[in-house]
């Protein structure tokens, strides 16, 4: 079965430094890898994804991710934290079943706190 | 129109009670989901309909009834909960079932919290 393992319960960041919030997968065949933002009492929302290409995958307000394939990670960064920025960071993964339908499914979460 | 809308926002019942929670998307999306997520846990899916048939069932106890009567509405009908279904209840939605690079669109949810 395909898996996504965030390793940070927390992540906690000065306002204006660089971020990372981290994940590794582990997926038979090719990996499909997503990143989803979630605020308080909201439901998910997309920030980007590697499908294939380019190893650095550029998506909205201003995050990108950098797939490895030989560390098998798909880690999440902003060169320039907000406070806006502070949420939870869910990293997901394709599971492709037999039936063809291809569910995603979420790692645990990371906790981002940007600090003024 | 790029929302999934979700009502009602918040939904207390009890255990002898039965509730529907309610999913709408308007645009043109032919998979729907529905997760449940705990709090401070990652959403763990449900129900998959795919061209308004249910394609996954994650093995979700028979309290849990879902229904897809047309392809912008998902429902959740509930019956019988316990307290441990206390949960937000997200409903998603994604262009199709199949293509490895759909992305979900996810609607606010319900929060429950069942007595």
């Known amino acids: 079965a395909q898996s996504v393992a965030q390793p940070e319960d927390q992540v906690n960041v000065a306002e204006g430094n660089p971020l990372t919030v981290k994940c590794t997968y582990s997926v038979s065949g090719n990996p499909y890898l997503f990143w989803y933002v979630q605020y308080p009492n909201r439901g998910l929302q997309f920030l980007l994804k590697y499908i294939t290409g380019d190893n650095l995958v550029k998506g909205s307000y201003g995050f990108e991710a950098e797939f490895n394939k030989s560390q098998t990670s798909f880690h999440l960064k902003k060169p320039s934290a907000l406070v806006s920025d502070s949420a939870l960071y869910f990293c997901?993964?394709?599971?492709?079943?037999?039936?063809?339908?291809?569910?995603?499914?979420f790692g645990k979460g990371t906790r981002l706190s940007v600090i003024a | 129109d790029t929302e999934v809308t979700q009502t009602p926002k918040h939904l207390v019942m009890g255990m002898t009670n039965k509730k529907s929670l309610k999913c709408e998307q308007h645009m043109g999306h032919r998979a729907m989901y529905w997760y449940k997520q705990k709090a401070k846990k990652p959403p763990e899916l449900m129900f998959v309909y795919s061209y308004e048939k249910l394609s996954i069932n994650e093995s979700v106890p028979s309290r849990f009834s879902p229904e897809c009567p047309n392809s912008s509405l998902l429902n959740l009908h509930l019956h019988a909960l316990q307290p441990e279904d206390s949960a937000l209840y997200l409903c998603?939605?994604?262009?199709?079932?199949?293509?490895?690079?759909?992305?979900?669109?996810f609607g606010s949810g319900t929060q429950l919290s069942v007595l």
């Open positions: 997901a993964v394709r599971d492709l079943r037999g039936s063809g339908n291809t569910p995603l499914v």
């Open positions: 998603a939605s994604s262009l199709q079932p199949t293509g490895v690079g759909e992305k979900l669109f």
